[in-house]
């Protein structure tokens, strides 16, 4: 389950007939955004530069690599599995979404949406990229700093 210094968990998985829905805690006393680890999305960036090729539809002008500076978490999960998915071989065009309810599942709690063509390939790349992010956050020694919903 949860290790000492996680960030992220995922602790509930649906697997559709073409995407799977994970269910994605932030841990409690750790930051929601990735603004709160400064630098993590450079390195994200640095270990996948194809990332700068991914579309977000979260209304941001200035690009991914400038949405995932300040983003949530999750969402970030999102476009680290997308691009794990994609050097594995599934479709560059498969989308995600990520999506949170705080006054329905409580504050930290978001819902990560992968399509997928090969669903062992998305699992995978979904656990992957939770422990590529917790171990780039572990290493920036910041996972007990707070930050505000918005």
């Not at 630098?39 to 991914?54: I, N």
């Not at 476009?79 to 329905?104: K, P």
């Not at 819902?111 to 790349?125: I, K, P, S, T």
Request: aromatic share 4%; proline share 3%.
């Amino acid at each position: 389950m949860i290790r000492a210094r996680e960030a992220l968990a995922v602790d509930l998985i649906t697997v559709g007939a073409d995407r799977i829905t994970a269910r994605v805690r932030v841990v409690p006393g750790c930051a929601l955004r990735t603004s709160a680890f400064p630098g993590v999305a450079a390195e994200v960036l640095a270990l996948m530069p194809d990332l700068v090729r991914h579309r977000c539809e979260c209304g941001s002008a200035h690009g991914i690599a400038a949405e995932l500076v300040d983003t949530e978490l999750p969402h970030l999960l999102e476009h680290v599995a997308l691009e794990l998915m994609a050097r594995s071989g599934s479709s560059r065009s498969l989308r995600g979404e990520t999506t949170w309810d705080f006054a329905a599942d409580g504050r930290g709690v978001f819902r990560v949406a992968l399509e997928y063509d090969d669903d062992l390939v998305a699992l995978a790349a979904l656990r992957e990229g939770a422990a590529i992010i917790n171990g780039l956050i572990r290493e920036h020694g910041a996972h007990d700093v707070q930050d505000r919903a918005d």
